[in-house]
């Protein structure tokens, strides 16, 4: 994912901090996240909104492995949306995270949330590599439904323990449990699993 350049303030941005903003009748524009948070907040008459550009933070999961997540504030009018989320190659991929706060809370309040959410998700292990193959660790297996693209079938694609688990992958973990009984929960991304 390459540069986008704002067409409100013209700076270059990445394309993964860039939103495509207006509508069928006007058109739209690509805006970076913080020209389309003051366009929102002009709308919604939100004079005092912080538009906070927030640096990366590093934090290690439970096998000591680094992440780094890097972070995206959009304002939606009701909600402002704190996402997280891990880069490879320029994309957001790995970890992702969202959290949403009131548009008036303090932008840091929701990065501490956010942050303590963080360190919460990556200090469990659901999947184990015991030298046959990567295996489900215990019972219970969350992660985020994702898209693989790769083989052109639309199948899902899991990212669990912030790693890209194939369909395929997920059905043979799956058969060390043949006979079992299961129960499968979704939830939003703003949720807390």
Not at 58 to 70: I, M, V, Y
Not at 116 to 143: F, P
């Amino acid at each position: 994912m390459g540069l986008v350049r704002c067409e409100q303030c013209g700076e270059d941005t990445p394309g993964y901090d860039t939103v495509s903003y207006g509508s069928m009748d006007r058109g739209y524009r690509q805006l970076c996240t913080r020209c389309f948070n003051i366009d929102v907040a002009e709308r919604i008459g939100l004079d005092d909104f912080e538009n906070v550009r927030l640096e990366p933070v590093g934090l290690t999961d439970s096998a000591g492995k680094p992440h780094q997540f890097h972070f995206r504030t959009r304002l939606t009018g009701q909600h402002i949306s704190l996402e997280a989320f891990e880069l490879y190659e320029g994309c957001p991929a790995g970890y992702q995270f969202q959290i949403l706060g009131d548009p008036e809370e303090d932008v840091f309040q929701v990065l501490a949330r956010m942050v303590e959410r963080i360190r919460r998700t990556i200090s469990k292990t659901h999947l184990v590599d015991e030298g046959h193959g990567i295996q489900i660790a215990e019972q219970t297996v969350r992660g985020r439904i994702d898209c693989d693209l790769s083989d052109g079938d639309s199948l899902p694609l899991l990212v669990i323990d912030g790693r890209e688990v194939t369909w395929d992958e997920m059905g043979r973990m799956l058969m060390a449990f043949e006979g079992w009984n299961f129960r499968m929960e979704l939830f939003d991304p703003s949720d807390e699993p």
